[in-house]
């Protein structure tokens, strides 16, 4: 991988909140006029959630998920409200695969080791948050700074690093 974007170093959060800074920007490059807050206020609490927990949480609003039922009545959901369901089927509904893949990844990188151990520098993980930087490159949108979450080092916690407030790093939230 290119010495710019060597994430061997870099923490399973850190890798997380890479994947959602990239989602972000292709969020605001492709669908400006929506408001992407609500969503985004979600995704950023992986950060600082166990990742299981937030996993469980925000799966719940992918569009694979939520479209797989035909009311909210008819799905069993456990954290998401009938106000919350109304409104992300109708948010989410016009997305393009890309946009999809994008929200998706940071729940794949939450789960990749999940109740295990990394093993070596977590290359899973890395192609994962290579995806991502794929579809940036693709639609010509600028990759976010990888300086922006280098402090969070793989060496902390055998590898997932400490926790932290990641909606500093969004570029919708801020």
Request: glycine letters at 4%.
């Amino acid at each position: 991988m290119n010495k710019k974007f060597d994430f061997s170093n870099i923490s399973m959060i850190g890798r997380f909140a890479y994947a959602v800074m990239c989602a972000e920007r292709y969020a605001l490059a492709k669908y400006p006029e929506k408001d992407w807050r609500p969503l985004f206020s979600w995704m950023w609490q992986g950060t600082s959630d166990y990742f299981d927990e937030w996993y469980y949480r925000f799966m719940e609003i992918l569009p694979e998920y939520l479209y797989e039922f035909n009311s909210y009545k008819d799905a069993d959901f456990e954290y998401l409200s009938e106000d919350d369901y109304n409104y992300y089927s109708e948010f989410l509904k016009d997305i393009d695969e890309n946009m999809e893949t994008l929200l998706v990844i940071p729940t794949k990188i939450s789960m990749v080791y999940s109740y295990t151990s990394i093993p070596g520098k977590g290359k899973d993980c890395i192609d994962l948050v290579k995806q991502a930087i794929k579809v940036l490159e693709g639609n010509d949108i600028d990759l976010p700074e990888i300086k922006d979450v280098a402090f969070s080092s793989f060496e902390e916690k055998n590898g997932w690093g400490e926790p932290f407030d990641g909606s500093k790093l969004s570029c919708i939230l801020n």
